[in-house]
Every structure is written in structure tokens, then in C-alpha cells.
């Protein structure tokens, strides 16, 4: 339980310090950064974690094992619902996220949102780079807790 | 003829006055329901006007975090902000009173006084936050309810929610409404009842 709480702590803590920097530049660009530590993360992560698996198939056993094993990881659940139209894109669907469920549980503090998704977003990238799929990840907020990360791969 | 006269008319008192024992077990019959129905609350609590009025949520330095009312019929007549100074000076003067005054070695301070219509609960957290409850005088001992909105709806949506800032009024709508229904599910928030 504590070290849950410590992540978390240090997460917002995290979003905090570089979002509340009183330099204009900073403030355009924190976002960003979050993301690009979020990306790091995610990419030394995936390597430790699937040091005991074999190469998955295709895009969609990735994209399962981001869903599960990699969530469980990060957050304690799986992803309540994975979709995808077979082109490319997927949508990542947590009904409750952990990160959100202490914030609000409704429409307070929408506009807040993004700063605490953009390391999650980062993390999903970071990821899947891991893995070899090149893509953008982005995050939408219709009601706290529930959030959609919306994957794109990006063929080259 | 006499006889008979006599013989009906002790059928008929004895009669009545089963029809009366009858009602009385039915009556008491309902009331061991009803009491079973508020199993863990007391028969006091039943019977008795119940309610929680105010509670008041104060920092280290004073400053009110949170006010909250449900049931309080009388106000202050002076602004919220004058109460809340005159509510803090008053638990401060009554914390010290206690323990200079105190004959043997103090354990937990000062924890509630009573007046003929209503009874304030006192708690304070090791990290001098405090936690003042007005219920009515028939409120028994509220220290683990109390403990309860600390450790369950204070620590958990104010101070792990990064959107709430330390020392400032607390405005989150979800602290609101988890502290709403928990004081509204206690057994001693039972104005219906009475």
C-alpha cells in the first residue's frame, strides 16, 4: 500500500513542479516534458518486464500486454476495455484511473486533467517504442474518473 | 337464568380483558420488531430526537478549512469568518484551560463539553489538525466517527488529491459529498426517527 501511495505522491509532485514554473516557456512546453519522461519510463520498463517473454506476434498481442501486464504494473488494474479499428488505432479505455479517482469524480477540475496524462501517455509510447511500434498517443477526458488513451501507429 | 347471566357477563370481562392483554403483546410484539430492525442502535437513539449539526475543520494556524451545517436552527448572527475566529479562539483558551488545570497527567486533552441542547466533540490529529462536531446531547461517544472522516475522507481526498492545496479552504465537490454521506449514514443523524 505505501509504496503505491509513494508513486503517486511523487508522480503529482512530479507534475507540480514542472508545471507551476514561472517562466512562459516553461509553462508552453511542460507538457511535453512530462511526456518525454514519461516516454524514458516506459522504455525501461517494457525491457525489464518482458525479459521473460518471447517476441509477441503481431500488433494486437502487444497491444494485450499493454492492456494487462503492463497496467497491472503501473496501476494496480487491467485496462476495462480495448478497441480497436484494425488500421492502426487503438483506444485504451480505464474506467476508473488511478491517478484521477482522488482528483475529482465529475466535471471539477476538467481543465486540470491533461497535466496528470501526459506522463501516462508518455508511459504507453515509451512502451510500445520498446516493443518496435513507432506511434502518437493521446488522451481524452470526457468525466473524471474515466479516461481514453487513443494509440496511432505510425507505419513507416 | 341468574346463573347464566353471572357466567356470560364473567365470559364476556374475561374476553375483554384478553382482547387487552392481546393488544398489549401485539404492541410489544412491534416494538421488539422495530427494535430489531435498529439492531446495533440503542433503544435511546430510537426514541429520541438524534442529529449532528456543524462541523468545523481547522489547521494548525488556525485558519478554518472546511465549515459544513445539516440540522443547526440557530445562527451566529455575526459573519462566517468572525464565528470561525471566535470557534477556534474559544477550543484554543479551552485546551489550555484544560491543561493547567488538569489534577493528573493529561492523556488525550480535552475531548467534549455539553450544554442542555447540544454537545461538541473535540479531535485533534498529531499534525494539530482539528476536528469539531456539534451533535445533540444524546450523541454518545462520536471520537471514532470522527477519527473515521480524518483517516477515510480527509487524508484520502484532500491530501492525496494534488488538486487541493495544503492550508487553504478545501473546495473539492468530492471531499463534499463523501463527507456528506458519510455523516448522513450514521445511526446518530437520525432526525426522521423521533
Known amino acids: ?156 | 337464568t341468574k346463573e347464566n347471566n353471572i357466567i356470560t357477563y364473567y365470559c364476556k370481562t374475561i374476553s375483554h380483558r384478553f382482547q387487552k392483554l392481546f393488544i398489549n403483546i401485539q404492541f410489544f410484539l412491534k416494538m421488539c420488531i422495530l427494535v430489531r430492525e435498529f439492531k446495533t442502535v440503542p433503544l435511546v437513539w430510537v426514541f429520541s430526537k438524534m442529529t449532528i449539526f456543524n462541523l468545523y475543520i481547522f489547521d494548525r494556524n488556525g485558519t478554518c478549512l472546511y465549515y459544513t451545517e445539516w440540522n443547526r436552527r440557530n445562527q451566529s448572527g455575526i459573519s462566517k469568518e468572525e464565528e470561525f475566529k471566535l470557534m477556534y479562539g474559544m477550543i484554543l483558551s479551552i485546551k489550555s484551560f484544560c491543561s493547567r488545570l488538569s489534577p493528573t497527567d493529561l492523556k488525550d486533552g480535552f475531548l467534549s463539553y455539553r450544554t442542555s441542547k447540544y454537545k461538541l466533540h473535540f479531535y485533534e490529529t498529531a499534525s494539530g489538525l482539528k476536528f469539531i462536531l456539534n451533535t445533540d446531547i444524546n450523541a454518545g461517544n462520536m471520537r471514532d466517527n470522527i477519527q473515521q472522516i480524518y483517516s477515510n475522507i480527509y487524508v484520502e481526498n484532500v491530501i492525496k488529491n494534488p488538486e487541493c492545496k495544503l492550508g487553504q479552504q478545501i473546495t473539492s465537490e468530492l471531499f463534499q459529498t463523501k463527507l456528506d454521506d458519510y455523516i448522513r449514514s450514521l445511526p446518530q443523524f437520525a432526525t426522521k426517527l423521533s
Not at chain 1, 42 to 63: A, Y
Open chain 1, 1 to 156: 500500500m505505501a509504496d503505491e501511495v509513494l508513486f503517486e505522491l511523487l508522480h503529482y509532485e512530479i507534475v507540480s513542479h514542472i508545471c507551476n514554473s514561472s517562466n512562459e516557456e516553461d509553462k508552453a512546453s511542460s507538457i511535453s516534458k512530462l511526456e518525454a519522461l514519461g516516454y524514458r519510463i516506459g522504455l525501461s520498463l517494457v525491457e525489464r518486464l518482458t525479459k521473460d517473454n518471447p517476441r509477441f506476434k503481431d500488433d494486437l498481442d502487444t497491444m494485450k500486454f499493454i492492456c494487462k501486464d503492463f497496467w497491472m504494473t503501473l496501476y494496480k488494474k487491467q485496462i476495462d476495455n480495448l478497441r480497436t479499428n484494425h488500421q492502426g488505432v487503438y483506444v485504451l479505455q480505464d474506467n476508473r484511473f488511478k491517478l484521477l479517482t482522488l482528483i475529482s469524480q465529475g466535471k471539477q477540475y476538467m481543465d486540470m486533467a491533461p497535466r496528470y496524462l501526459a506522463m501516462p501517455c508518455g508511459l504507453i509510447r515509451g512502451a510500445l517504442s520498446g516493443l518496435g511500434i513507432v506511434s502518437v498517443v493521446t488522451a481524452e477526458v470526457s468525466a473524471m474518473p474515466a479516461c481514453k488513451f487513443q494509440i496511432q501507429i505510425q507505419r513507416l
